[in-house]
C-alpha cells in the first residue's frame, strides 16, 4: 500500500492563519481609501498599513518556507525513469544449483556498451554475491578489473574511458545465495528472493522439488547480475546443468542439450529477441509437458506428474487465445513459444516471463476438477502481458498500469469474446469494485513517480483502475478506432520501453483527436467521479436528466464524461449519447414518445460512484423491461439490498428462466434463503428441480441442489444420491453436502466411499460427517487433509478441521493447534493465515493459544489482518 507523505500535499493546505484573517489583511491593504476618514482625522493610519504590510511579509515568508521545503521534498521523493549509462546487449549464463545449501553457481558473460555518453564506472545490480575476479575482455584481450561491491551492487572501474563505440564484455564466476535478506514483497508479490528452492532436500512428503524464478520487480539480480531495471533490454542463453531426471523451461527456445557422465545434463535456452531483466526465467522440476501449437509456434503446458489431463483442460483455450489477441492488436504474437509452467508455492498468482508465464498450484488441477476451471481470466491476463509489457515495456514502475492495465482489461476482453458481453461486464464490475474498496482509503495517481517501494505500485489502481479506464477509452473512441491505436502503439514502440504519454499519441494519431482530456484527469490525476443523477419524469416525451458532480474538487478532477442514456420502447431498446463536462448540468433527453423510465449507464461502462434516486418499484421494473444482463443483475442485487422479499419473490420465476446464467445462479442462492417460497410455490419448486435436472452450467446446477437441500432434502436424496456421482465436483460437492442435512441416514459405507477424495468439495461434506455423527478416529485423516489440500479450498476446510479437534482433543488437538499455528505464522497468504486465525478461535479456552495469538497478532504485517486480530483477541481476553 502506497503511503502518502504529508509533505506532498499542497501548501494551501497547510495555511499558517485562518483564511477569514488572511482575507481581511487582504481586503485592508488593497481597497484603501485614498481619501481620509470621516472622523477621528488623527488615528495613524500610516503606521497600521506599515503593521499589516510587516504582517503580511512575515506570513508570506514563513508560507514561501513552506513551499520550498515542500517542493524540494518533492523533488527528492520523485522517481524517475533510471538513467541508461550502459547498454547490456546479451547475456551468458552457465548456472547449476547447490540444492543443499540453496545456492546458485555461476558463470556470467555481459556484453555492453556505453548507452551514449562517454563512462569509466559501471555499476551492476547484484544482491548477496560471492564474487571473485571479474575479467573485462575487448578485441579479445582480458584483463582484471578493480572493483568494489557492497552485496547491493558491483562497482566497476573500468580500465579506460569507453564511448558508445565500444563493445566489451565482462566474464566472472559468482554464487548467488537468494534467501539471504529476504524481503516483504506487496499484494501481488509476497516475496523477494528472485529465486526459490522448493523441498529442496526432499523431504517433505507429497511435495516434488523445484526450482523456479519470480524477478518482478527488481529480483532477479538475487540470482544473476544485471541492470535490473524495465527499462534494459538484452538477448540471452542459459546452460542449465540440471538432474537427467528433471526437466527445465526457461526464456525462448531450448536449443542444445548435453548428457553428462555424472546423471546430469546441461540444457540450452535460447532467446534472440532482447526483454528486460525482470522476465528472464527458469523452472526446474519433474514435470509432465503437454504440447499443442498455434500456426507453427509450439505451445506447452508444464505439471506435476498426474496432472497432465488437466492441464490439458486447463489450459486448452490458450492456442485459441494467442490467435484471438494477435488479431484484436493487429500483431501476431511476436515469440518462439509459448509455455505455461504450474508450480509449488509461488509467490503470486502468476508471472508473465517472456515465452514462459509460470503459475501457481491453484491451477494444478486433476482432470475431474478441471471440468468446473474457471482459470481462463488468469490464462489470459499473463498471455497479453507477451504483448502489453514484454513486447513493449513500461519504462518504470511508476507508468506500471502500462502493463498491469492492458493485462487486467485482457481477462474482460477474452470473456467477451467467449462467452458473451454479459459475463464480461460481470468481470468488469468485479474489478470497479476492486478499486472502490481500495479508494476508501487510498486515492493516488494512476501514474504516480512518488511512492516508498516499487512493489507499493501493485495494487488495485495499476490493475484494476486502469482495466475499467480502458475499457471506458474504447468505449468512447469505439471498437475499430481502439483497436487501432493498440496496433499504432505497438507497431511504434515494438522492443522498447514507453511511458504514457506515447499510448496517448498512439490514440491521438488514430483517432485525429486531442485526448489530454481523457489521459489527464484518468491517468495522471486521482480519484473518480461521485455523481447525483436526477431524472424529471415530469414531461415524459422530453424526460430532463440532471447530473452533479460531487467528489472533492480540492483533491480530484472536475471529470469529462461521455455517456449513454437508454430507454425501451415497445421492446425496442434506444439510446442516446451525452457529454457531461460541468460540475452541474442538466441534459433534455428529446425522446419524443412517452417513457416511463430511462436508464443512465445501462451497460455499466463508467468508473464513476452513482447515486440516482430509486425505489423497489424501480428496480422491479429495470429486471424486467432491461435487454442488458448485467443491468438485470444489477435490479435483483439492489433489490436484495433494499430487503425488497415481496417484489424479489415475484420476480424468481423470470430470474431462474434468465439467459444469464449468473441472474438464475442468484436467484437460487436467494431461494436457498428463504425455501419457504418453494413450500408456497409448487411451481417454483418444480422450476428448480428442472434446472437440477437440466441446467448445462454446474455452478447453477449446484446451486438447484444447495435451494432444494435447504427446502426438503429428505424429499429430493434419491436425485442427491445419484449426482454424488456427478463428474463435476461443484455438482456432485453440493450433492454431498445436501445428504448431510438433518434426517437422512447415511450408512458407513456409504461414506467410506468418498473418504478417499482429496478435492474440497467432496471433503468438506466427509468432514461435516465425521463431526455431527460424532465419528471417532478420524484425526489422521484430517491431518491428511490438511497438508494436501491449498488455495480456497483450505481456508474453508481450517474451520472444520478445527471444530472436530476442539470437539475431540483426545484425537490430537495439540498436534492440530501446533499445525494451525504453523499456517497462521508461516503462510505468505493472507487468506489462509486469517483462516488459520479463525480456525484457532475454538481453542480460545486455552490461555497458551490465546497468548501466541497475541503475540501473533502483535507481529501481523497486514494491517487490516492485524486489525481483525488485534479486535478478536481483545474480545476473547475479555470473555477469559
Same mark, same amino acid.
Given at each position: ?17 485562518? $483564511? ?138 573500468? !580500465? ?6 565500444? #563493445? ?48 518482478? #520487480? ?7 547480475? =544485471? ?48 526483454? $528486460? ?77 517472456? #515465452? ?64 458473451? !458481453? ?117 414531461? !415524459? ?69 452513482? =447515486? ?66 418453494? $413450500? ?128 475431540? !482433543? ?71
Amino acid at each position: 500500500m502506497i503511503r502518502q507523505n504529508s509533505y506532498l500535499q499542497p501548501y494551501w493546505q497547510k495555511c499558517i492563519l485562518p $483564511a477569514s484573517i488572511l482575507f481581511s489583511l487582504v481586503f485592508l491593504t488593497s481597497c484603501k481609501s485614498t481619501e481620509k476618514a470621516s472622523s477621528n482625522e488623527n488615528f495613524p493610519t500610516e503606521g497600521m498599513e506599515i503593521a499589516f504590510q510587516n504582517d503580511l511579509a512575515e506570513v508570506d515568508s514563513v508560507g514561501m518556507e513552506r513551499l520550498r521545503i515542500s517542493k524540494e521534498r518533492a523533488i527528492e521523493a520523485y522517481r524517475s525513469s533510471q538513467k541508461r549509462e550502459f547498454d547490456l546487449l546479451h547475456m551468458d549464463l552457465d548456472l547449476s544449483f547447490d540444492y543443499v545449501n540453496q545456492v546458485v553457481i555461476g558463470h556470467a558473460e555481459l556484453q555492453l556498451k556505453p548507452f551514449k555518453y562517454a563512462q569509466k564506472v559501471l555499476k551492476l545490480d547484484a544482491q548477496d554475491f560471492e564474487l571473485g575476479k571479474i575479467n573485462f575482455v575487448e578485441n579479445g584481450k582480458a584483463v582484471d578489473l578493480a572493483y568494489g561491491y557492497d552485496d547491493q551492487l558491483i562497482q566497476l572501474y573500468l !580500465p579506460r574511458e569507453l564511448t558508445e563505440k565500444d #563493445t566489451f564484455s565482462l566474464i566472472f564466476d559468482y554464487k548467488a545465495f537468494p534467501n539471504r535478506n529476504p524481503g516483504g514483497g506487496s499484494e501481488a508479490i509476497s516475496d523477494t528472493k528472485g529465486l526459490y528452492f522448493i523441498d529442496p532436500l526432499d523431504t517433505i512428503p507429497g511435495k516434488p522439488r523445484m526450482i523456479w524464478t519470480q524477478g518482478e #520487480t527488481m529480483h532477479n539480480s538475487k540470482w544473476f547480475p =544485471t541492470i535490473d531495471h524495465p527499462n534494459e533490454r538484452f538477448t540471452q542463453r542459459l546452460n542449465l546443468t540440471v538432474a537427467d531426471s528433471l526437466v527445465s523451461i526457461s526464456n525462448g527456445e531450448l536449443v542444445e542439450q548435453k548428457e553428462l557422465e555424472n546423471g546430469f545434463r546441461i540444457d540450452s535456452w535460447e532467446l534472440l529477441t532482447p526483454h $528486460a531483466p525482470y522476465l528472464v526465467a527458469l523452472a526446474i522440476g519433474d514435470f509432465e509437458k503437454v504440447s499443442t501449437s498455434w500456426e507453427g509456434i509450439p505451445v506447452g503446458y508444464f505439471v506435476e506428474k498426474g496432472f497432465k489431463d488437466g492441464a490439458a483442460e486447463v489450459f486448452k483455450n490458450t492456442p485459441e487465445m494467442i490467435g484471438f489477441f494477435s488479431d484484436l492488436v493487429g500483431v501476431r504474437y511476436p515469440w518462439p513459444k509459448y509455455d505455461q509452467i504450474v508450480v509449488r508455492d509461488f509467490v503470486s498468482g502468476a508471472m508473465e516471463n517472456t #515465452t514462459a508465464s509460470i503459475f501457481m498450484e491453484e491451477l494444478r488441477l486433476n482432470e475431474r476438477e478441471a471440468i468446473d476451471s474457471e482459470w481462463d481470466y488468469i490464462i489470459a491476463h499473463e498471455l497479453f502481458h507477451q504483448w502489453f509489457g514484454d513486447y513493449v515495456t513500461a519504462e518504470s514502475w511508476s507508468n506500471l498500469t502500462l502493463n498491469e492495465a492492458f493485462a487486467n482489461y485482457s481477462e474482460f476482453l477474452w470473456n467477451e469474446y467467449k462467452y458473451g !458481453p454479459d459475463q464480461a461486464k460481470l468481470k468488469l464490475i468485479a474489478e470497479t469494485e476492486n478499486y472502490f474498496n481500495e479508494s476508501t482509503f487510498k486515492q493516488v495517481d494512476l501514474i504516480r513517480f512518488e511512492y516508498e517501494d516499487s512493489e507499493d505500485m501493485f495494487d488495485s489502481h495499476s490493475y484494476s483502475k486502469g482495466g475499467v479506464i480502458l475499457h471506458m477509452l474504447r468505449e468512447y473512441l469505439g471498437k475499430s478506432v481502439f483497436y487501432e491505436g493498440l496496433t499504432e502503439y505497438l507497431t511504434s514502440n515494438a522492443l522498447q520501453s514507453v511511458e504514457v504519454h506515447q499510448l496517448r499519441l498512439a490514440f491521438e494519431k488514430v483517432s485525429g483527436e486531442d485526448l489530454n482530456w481523457f489521459f489527464n484527469q484518468w491517468f495522471l490525476d486521482k480519484g473518480h467521479p461521485e455523481l447525483r443523477v436526477d431524472i424529471d419524469y415530469s414531461e !415524459p416525451e422530453n424526460i430532463l436528466i440532471s447530473i452533479t458532480q460531487e467528489q472533492d474538487l480540492t483533491q480530484n478532477p472536475l471529470f469529462q464524461i461521455p455517456f449513454e442514456i437508454s430507454w425501451y420502447v415497445e421492446g425496442k431498446r434506444e439510446k442516446k449519447q451525452f457529454f457531461l463536462n460541468q460540475g452541474f448540468q442538466q441534459f433534455a433527453l428529446e425522446n419524443k414518445v412517452v417513457v416511463d423510465q430511462v436508464f443512465f449507464d445501462e451497460e455499466k461502462n463508467i468508473l464513476a460512484d452513482v =447515486t440516482i434516486s430509486k425505489d423497489k418499484e424501480s428496480y422491479r421494473k429495470q429486471f424486467i423491461s432491461s435487454q442488458v444482463g448485467i443491468s438485470r443483475y444489477e435490479a435483483l442485487d439492489s433489490l436484495i439490498s433494499l430487503e425488497a422479499n415481496d417484489e424479489i419473490k415475484g420476480l424468481m420465476g423470470e430470474a431462474l428462466s434468465d439467459q444469464f446464467w449468473a441472474i438464475r445462479e442468484s436467484a437460487l442462492r436467494i431461494i436457498q434463503g428463504n425455501p419457504e417460497w418453494l $413450500a408456497e410455490d409448487p411451481d417454483l419448486e418444480n422450476q428448480v428441480f428442472e434446472l437440477l435436472e437440466n441446467e448445462e452450467k454446474n455452478s447453477v446446477k449446484a446451486g438447484a441442489i444447495d435451494a432444494l437441500a435447504s427446502f426438503d432434502a429428505l424429499k429430493y436424496q434419491q436425485a442427491f444420491r445419484r449426482l454424488t456421482n456427478h463428474p463435476s465436483y461443484l455438482v456432485s460437492g453440493s450433492a454431498l453436502m445436501g445428504l448431510m442435512e438433518e434426517g437422512i441416514l447415511l450408512t458407513p459405507e456409504f461414506i467410506e466411499q468418498f473418504e478417499s477424495e482429496k478435492n474440497f468439495r467432496m471433503v468438506i461434506p466427509v468432514a461435516d460427517h465425521f463431526i455431527t455423527a460424532s465419528v471417532l478416529g478420524k484425526g489422521s485423516w484430517f491431518n491428511s487433509h490438511l497438508e494436501t489440500l491449498n488455495g480456497e479450498g483450505l481456508y474453508f476446510y481450517l474451520g472444520y478441521y478445527s471444530e472436530y479437534f476442539s470437539r475431540n !482433543p483426545a484425537e490430537g488437538s495439540q498436534e492440530a493447534i501446533s499445525k494451525l499455528f504453523g499456517i497462521l505464522e508461516n503462510n505468505q497468504k493472507s487468506f489462509l493465515r486469517l483462516g488459520a486465525f479463525q480456525a484457532l478461535l475454538a481453542f480460545s479456552d486455552d490461555e497458551k493459544v490465546v497468548d501466541r495469538l497475541v503475540e501473533v497478532s502483535t507481529n501481523e504485517t497486514d494491517q487490516e489482518l492485524k486489525l481483525y486480530f488485534e479486535y478478536f483477541v481483545e474480545v476473547i481476553k475479555g470473555e477469559n
